[in-house]
């Protein structure tokens, strides 16, 4: 090949352009599959984080949310002045509380056309004063889910006998009451709802009768009160921690009765010009004897002919001094729910 034919080759260029440019839209083509296939997956990445985050925080709020429940259901129970056992293993107490939110559920508002939910459980793990629970949070969105721990204390706190006792009572009973012919009770009749009043003959009630057992906490809260809590009992009144008592017969006593645990008999044709507490035991009232105060006890059996007046509604006795101590927020407290290892 001679120089002016090489030369006349070499100058030659049709079809070059077009393979250029289908070699450069190749490497372009390239080039954007791979950013676009980044691009996706950090989309992809994103609301995994995103989902993974709001599961957290729905799951903190769920716990949160649980808190303040269980914190109003225990300040309503110490409302009740139960005793300690009764305050945390009642199932009107702290137990009731607890097993109300366990297992329950929120929603929150929907995100992304998903409705957010945390599932809740709460456990007792310890059984002392103060108690120690665990509120267990389940926080789900899209499918994510996530779990946070919250610990509470609940303490029982035994105050000043805070006892709101009802307007003219005349009888509390947490048994059964026995009336018989000729009784007259002047004012109201308390007892739970699943006792009686049995009556013999014709006894006359002026009042009205009220079953109600929120009053039961009321014995359980003055057992166990002995001699040295009660302030300046005078003269007449007579405080028995444990053991029966039976009042002089005919005679007339002036001052409360308070037997912690034991009976209170009251022989035929006595006076008692006071109260008769007898919050463990029962109390038998005789034949024509009158009590001019509130009668207070298990089981109660009232004589024919006799007399229960509470002229002078009810006052404390002596030593019993009602509760005017505020509930404070140390009854149930908490610490920052955390995620679990």
Known sequence: MSFKQ??????????????????????????????????????????????????????????NMAYEEMKAGVMAVYDKNLPENSFFNGEDGVKGVRESIDG???????????????????????????REYVITSVGEVDGKTRTVKKPLTVSWSEG????????ESAIISKGDIELKNGVEIHGNIYLPSDKSITKKGNPTIYGETFHDSKYDGLYDKLNGYILED??????????????????????????????????????????????????????????????????????????????????????FPPGLEEDTNEKNDDLISTKPAIEPN
């Open 6 to 63: 090489l030369h006349s080759y070499i100058k030659n260029e049709e079809g070059s352009g077009l393979i250029l440019a289908l070699m450069t839209l190749l490497v372009l083509s390239v080039l954007g599959a791979s950013l676009g296939a980044v691009t996706i997956g950090s989309f992809k990445l994103g609301d995994n984080t995103r989902d993974d985050s709001s599961a957290y925080y729905i799951a903190e709020a769920g716990a």
């Open 104 to 130: 329950e559920g929120y929603t929150f508002e929907e995100q992304s056309g998903e409705v957010p939910t945390a599932t809740i459980t709460v456990k007792e793990v310890s059984n002392a004063n103060p």
């Open 160 to 167: 000043d006998i805070p006892i709101e006792f009802p307007n």
């Open 230 to 315: 009660f302030k300046n009992p005078g003269d007449d009144t007579v405080v028995i921690d444990e053991g029966d008592y039976t009042v002089p017969k005919k005679s007339t006593h002036n001052g409360t009765i308070i037997v912690l645990k034991g009976d209170v008999v009251v022989p035929n044709h006595t006076v008692v010009n006071g109260s008769i507490f007898a919050p463990l035991g029962n109390i038998y009232i005789g034949t024509k004897s009158d009590i001019y105060g509130m009668v207070l006890g298990i089981n109660i059996n009232i004589d024919t002919h006799s007399i229960i007046k509470n002229e002078n509604n009810f006052d």
